[in-house]
């Protein structure tokens, strides 16, 4: 799962504009760079059949108070940044997206879940290594060796609840009881601990745990504790019976017509895996609110940054509902979401001061590149080489190797490229397998597969399958219909330690 700033003109907006109040306009400010970002964004939406998006970005150094200089219409605006609108939010009424416009969360809101579980644990009611057999009982040995900490670093072993043998019915309104009473009988990919896998269950869990410690739904704990105090004023829970003003719909790609989303129940509207309705607005002030270091302590804000430690010692790149990612070789903290014809993502570019969100209306939108592409834009030094462009190519064994490899991984098989490592700990989540399926349907389709270029990182101290990353090789795989960049973590005997397609 999970899933009006009018002085702003939208057709050719300055960039100076935008980045009004920002330490670092200087640094980003141009009319061509605004109008390259633009451009990008258009060409991709058109070639998506995106209806509408917004952009927000923010700027500002991490663990300082941000100025607030940003106005409108002569008064203070809460947030800060620049938010940029595009297309529609509903094309049945017609109606453009402004940056008041509410579009869902999907699984960016797991971000809100774990940070509302770290305010129960520093209010004393909680402790991470509690087993979750303390708050909700069961003899089930698997259960009780589930901690509070795996569920929020998808480390319990509990399968996505899409992916599961008893599969949940969307169209069917569960009691929160009754979601938790299902989780208990699901039988676990994994020991607790030793792997990860991607696991909206244990968020919908984590939500369930939330009202047991504090008597509430956790969507109230959110708005009391997070979203007013950050002024997050549209941010809230999905509700299908309440007046949602600005409310955007949301839209699938069907043979290559856009269709309106598939109903889901309203219960099944309410989880804690990403069930939220948010504005650039709102994320522009959560966002305010993460480098102020607001709202949580510093030890919480270390937590939800740092990446699970398995119990062999072996790290992986999740925090507590943040992906802990780079770009460039610059560090990025980041998550997306899908869900109901929504897609979202948000990257926090904590080296470069730089932080992005794109929200879009439609399921087959490609959030996490946009951000990604955008990114580099901005900040030319995050910006990731063209997939459809080959670079001269000094090592043909290699890039010949890593297609091997790559070949091997969508299979499920092994490589001598690969670390024992990474063989050892391949994520057995839904959502891996339908990357393979998806890498898989490229490279049955490709027309080549070429070297794009690599980064020397050792020096950022990058870690991937417990090891150090000496570089990263940039590939990019051409179809007839499109092209795709491949980023592969090589350590310094040129063994394969990790990949990522992107947009995933």
Known sequence: MKRAMNQFDRRRPSLGLLVAGWAVAGTFASPARADAIDEYVRATMAREKTPGLVLAIATGAEGASVARGVTQGGAPVRSYGAVRTYGMANL????????????????????????????????????????????????????????????????SGLPDYDASAEKLDL??????????????????????????????????????????????????????????????????????????????????????????????????????????????????????????????????????????????????????????????GSPNIEHAGSWQGFRAHIARYVERGLSLVVLCNLDKCDATSIVHGVAGLIDPALRLPDPGRAAEDLDGQRTRNLRAALTAWVKGATHPMMSPVMVARSDPGARTAAMRRHVGERLGDAIAFHYLGEDQVRSRAISRSGALVERIVYCGVMTPEAAEGLRFYLDDRGMLLDLHVEGW
């Not at 416009?101 to 290594?129: N, P, R, W």
């Not at 002024?231 to 719909?249: N, Q």
């Not at 919480?300 to 062999?312: E, F, G, H, I, Q």
């Open 92 to 155: 049945e009424h017609d109606v453009a997206v402004r940056p008041t416009t509410i579009f869902q969360s999907g699984s960016t809101g797991k971000q809100f879940t774990a940070a509302a579980v770290l305010l129960q644990v520093e209010d004393g009611t909680l402790q991470l290594e509690d087993s979750i057999a303390k708050y909700f009982p069961s003899d089930r040995p698997a259960w009780r060796a589930i901690t509070v900490r795996h569920l929020l670093t998808h480390t």
């Open 171 to 328: 169209r069917r309104d569960y009691t929160e009881d009754e979601l938790v009473q299902w989780a208990m009988r699901m039988q676990t990919q994994f020991a607790p601990g030793t792997r990860w896998a991607y696991s909206n269950t244990g968020y919908v869990v984590l939500g369930a745990l939330i009202r047991k410690l504090s008597g509430e739904f956790y969507g109230e704990v959110l708005r009391k504790r997070i979203f007013t105090p950050a002024g997050m004023s549209g941010a809230r829970v999905i509700s299908e019976a309440d007046l949602v003003p600005h409310r955007a719909a949301g839209y699938e790609l069907v043979d290559g017509a856009v269709r309106n989303q598939g109903w889901v129940s309203p219960k099944m509207n309410t989880t804690a895996d990403g069930s939220l309705y948010l504005t650039a607005r709102d994320f522009l002030a959560w966002d305010s609110a993460l480098r102020e270091r607001k709202l949580l302590s510093s030890e919480s804000y270390r937590l939800m940054w740092t990446p699970v430690r398995l119990s062999d010692g072996h790290t992986w790149p999740y925090g507590f509902g943040w992906f802990i990612a780079e770009q460039r």
